[in-house]
């Protein structure tokens, strides 16, 4: 199999998860751009085909954590923008815009776990691969992801609801 065919197996998946961790679609489409040209040169080098998704999953996090270092504006999580997600509740778009605000408050190892798991649907054990960390980290960093999530989400709706109210006053 050549990059490109290994490429399209995972290719959704790389663009929701370059897009997740880099805050938008512009800047996840420049950081998945930047990880395939450093897949694509070190491919002749990757000896199990079947791993190829777990390889580049760990490019493209390694890539992000080095242009991060650059990056000089927060960026905010563009999961709605990723290609086919669809969450299973299919949350209001309101709902949405929050929950994906809450996430960039979730520190970045806490949310690279939650994205893998919860969007990319990997199990425990492959995330716990793909982070190179054991499996009880992996659990460790869900709960306190989900904890985090969960309070920046609380803070923002609450924050929300004051300003519709005042919005609502002052008509």
Not at 27 to 52: S, T, V
Not at 66 to 77: A, D, G
Not at 107 to 122: D, K, S, T
Request: charged share 30%.
């Amino acid at each position: 199999m050549n990059f490109e065919q290994s490429l399209k197996t995972c290719y959704d998946d790389a663009v929701r998860f370059a897009r997740s961790l880099s805050g938008s679609k512009e800047n996840g489409d420049d950081l998945l751009q930047e990880a395939l040209i450093k897949a694509w040169r070190a491919y002749p080098q990757l000896k199990d085909q079947d791993r190829f998704k777990q390889w580049l999953l760990t490019i493209i996090s390694n890539t992000h954590r080095s242009l991060r270092r650059t990056w000089w504006v927060k960026r905010v999580i563009g999961l709605e923008e990723a290609p086919d997600f669809q969450h299973p509740e299919g949350l209001p778009y309101e709902e949405k815009e929050l929950v994906r605000i809450a996430l960039q408050g979730v520190p970045i190892v806490q949310r690279e776990a939650l994205v893998l798991f919860e969007v990319l649907r990997m199990s425990v054990a492959e995330v716990a691969e793909q982070q190179r960390i054991s499996i009880s980290a992996v659990k460790s960093r869900l709960a306190r992801g989900r904890a985090k999530l969960r309070e920046r989400y609380e803070a923002l709706s609450k924050t929300e609801a004051k300003y519709e109210a005042n919005a609502i006053q002052t008509n």
